[in-house]
């Protein structure tokens, strides 16, 4: 059974559960994953043109349906998806429907007509993209109202989900959290940091996507303003494109080009050995709600400069406040990473046993993960 969490009861059957979100998201796989482990039975509901990568669990099937999209006539184009997952749900028959973000995976809940649905929700799919339209902001509202459980993960982004309409009752704090027996502290790999070529130099790790929203071009600003040994590491992984390369142009033009190690994408049992090879993480949204890779840097012991979110301050102000940084502010965050990598031995020791009770306290997957699974039961029970 997984990782140290409750196994359920010999009274409790497996549950049937169907699930809306993106395959391909590591941070979906392990929450499906760890439900299929628990023996649960667990149905991925996918968009008929959405490639699924390997790597997923052999007992997790996969339905299509035909989804909404703008490219269709709009009422018809809801009309289509609602028959199309009609048909899928009365071939899977759930126990529970949980659409891992609202947009797009909330709103087909929602069309479905089926309940119980459940809607975890990420943060920019509350912060950011319901502000953009009128429209967004009301199918935003009609899904959460209509849900029968609202999953957040931060304060901030239980305030933002009752603000556009979830009901107080139904919402529940619940965090993805980490696997605390691989996301571990240790020394920096030796072999690692060789094959990336960065032996004596100190270690900037930003661990985010490259698009937009997460502001590398503030982390190449911060490194030109540090000493020439220090270097940063970025993963290609699911990177826009047009963001890649402007990223590029911007490190060349700050003279920065030796200094910047762009990896492909990175695996997830090989990020902890990431985290470890960092002297420092740095992740600087212009939104956000709890990032895993914030958890996952706390539970390896490392240090981390963040942008000064209020999702972020919840985890890290008694922490380490300095640590935050007001958002596309460069000199603040070049001062603050100096700070970081300037810290004495003893004291990164002490930050860093902090942080990992942190992340035991609040953010242990397994534990996490299990109440997730006794919520569903007391959803499917109220609904028989």
């Known amino acids: 059974m997984t990782n140290g969490a409750p196994s359920p009861t010999a009274t409790d059957p497996p549950l049937s559960i169907a699930y809306l979100g993106d395959p391909n998201s590591i941070h979906f796989r392990r929450w499906v994953s760890f439900m299929a482990e628990r023996g649960d039975r667990v149905t991925l509901i996918v968009a008929d043109d959405k490639q699924v990568e390997v790597g997923l669990p052999e007992s997790i099937a996969i339905e299509r349906f035909t989804p909404f999209t703008s490219r269709r006539f709009r009422p018809w184009g809801v009309i289509v998806a609602r028959r199309s997952l009609h048909r899928v749900i009365a071939r899977v028959k ?26 975890t929700l990420w943060g920019s799919d509350v912060f950011i993209t319901p502000k953009k339209s009128w429209l967004a902001a009301l199918v935003a509202r009609i899904t959460l109202r209509a849900a029968d459980m609202v999953m957040v993960n931060s ?70 303003r540090l000493p020439p040994d220090v270097a940063v590491v970025f993963s290609r992984h699911r990177a826009q494109e047009d963001e890649l390369a402007a990223i590029e142009r911007r490190a060349a033009a700050l003279g920065l080009t030796d200094r910047v190690v762009i990896v492909p994408e990175i695996a997830h049992a090989e990020m ?36 000064d979110l209020p999702s972020v301050r919840e985890w890290l102000w008694d922490l ?44 242990d997957q397994a534990k996490s993960l299990a109440n997730v699974e006794s919520l569903y039961r007391r959803l499917a029970a109220g609904h028989r």
């Not at 759930?94 to 809607?119: E, K, M, R």
């Not at 090879?277 to 963040?306: G, N, R």
């Not at 460069?330 to 004291?347: I, K, M, Q, S, Y």
Request: aromatic share 6%.
């Open 94 to 119: 759930p126990d529970v429907l949980n659409a891992h973000y609202l947009t797009v995976h909330g709103y087909h809940a929602w069309i479905s007509g089926f309940h119980p649905y459940v809607v």
């Open 155 to 224: 304060d901030a982004l239980l305030r933002g989900a009752l603000a556009l309409g979830a009901r107080p009752e139904r919402t529940e704090m619940i965090q993805f959290g980490v696997d605390l027996t691989r996301f571990t502290p240790g020394p920096a790999p030796a072999e690692l940091r060789a094959r990336l070529g960065l032996t004596g130099r100190r270690v900037v790790f930003s661990p985010r996507n490259i698009t937009p929203l997460y502001r590398h071009h503030v982390v190449l600003g911060a490194m030109a």
């Open 320 to 363: 380490d406040s300095q640590a935050l940084v007001p958002i596309d502010d460069v000199e603040a965050t070049a001062a603050a990473l100096a700070r970081a990598l300037n810290r004495g031995p003893e004291e990164r020791a002490e930050l860093g046993r902090r942080a990992r009770t942190i992340v035991e306290t609040r953010a």
């Open 272 to 307: 902890p050995d990431f985290y470890r090879l960092a002297d420092v993480v740095v992740s600087i949204p212009a939104s956000d709600s709890t990032a895993v890779t914030i958890l996952e840097s706390l539970a390896c012991e490392k240090q981390i400069v963040a942008g």
